[in-house]
């Protein structure tokens, strides 16, 4: 006889979903605590917005809440994992498009030309270096104790 555990969540008395882990199961109830929580606030918002919208909103922002604490400056975002660097060896050549036959592939307009300009950024200033002189052996040794 084969037995299994589940994890059910119960949210108001109706079973919402089965997991067969039990932290799996927290997570999930603990989503759904902070979308109650989320759709609570936005009923005190002065915005005119159903309860379905409402509903929908707050289980998005709960279930992203690590992007929503980076947007609101709560956490530091993840730095973002390297890619894979090719070796010079294996790259692919690089061709350019003659000028002339970007103008014929494709149509520059006043958008085009804003979007593709490019924002110089301050360079970050230089922090002071603090020079000292090492010492040897010897100026260890003649210094007096």
Same mark, same amino acid.
């Given at each position: 006889?084969? #037995? /299994?555990?589940?994890?059910? $969540?119960?949210?108001?008395? $109706? &079973?919402?979903?089965?997991?067969? =882990?039990?932290?799996?199961? *927290? &997570?999930? =109830?603990?989503? %759904?605590?902070?979308? =109650?929580?989320?759709?609570?606030? %936005? ?7 159903? *309860?379905?919208?409402? &509903?929908? %909103? ?7 809440? +690590? ?24 790259? @692919? ?7 002339? +036959?970007?103008?014929?592939? @494709?149509?520059?307009?006043? +958008?085009? $030309? /804003?979007?593709? +300009? #490019?924002?110089? /950024? ?16 010897? =100026? ?6």
């Amino acid at each position: 006889m084969a #037995v /299994e555990s589940r994890f059910v $969540v119960i949210r108001h008395g $109706v &079973e919402v979903q089965t997991f067969m =882990d039990k932290k799996a199961a *927290d &997570e999930y =109830d603990k989503m %759904l605590d902070m979308a =109650d929580n989320l759709t609570a606030m %936005l009923d005190s918002t002065p915005f005119d917005l159903s *309860d379905e919208v409402k &509903e929908d %909103l707050s289980i998005y922002l709960a279930q992203n809440r +690590e992007d929503v604490l980076v947007a609101l400056q709560a956490k530091k975002a993840k730095p973002a994992p390297k890619a894979a660097v090719k070796p010079k060896a294996q790259a @692919e050549p690089k061709v350019e498009t003659p000028i002339a +036959e970007v103008a014929v592939e @494709e149509t520059i307009t006043t +958008e085009t $030309v /804003e979007a593709a +300009e #490019v924002v110089k /950024e301050k360079p970050a200033p230089k922090k002071a270096v603090r020079k000292t002189k090492s010492k040897t052996a010897s =100026d260890i040794a003649n210094t007096p104790a």
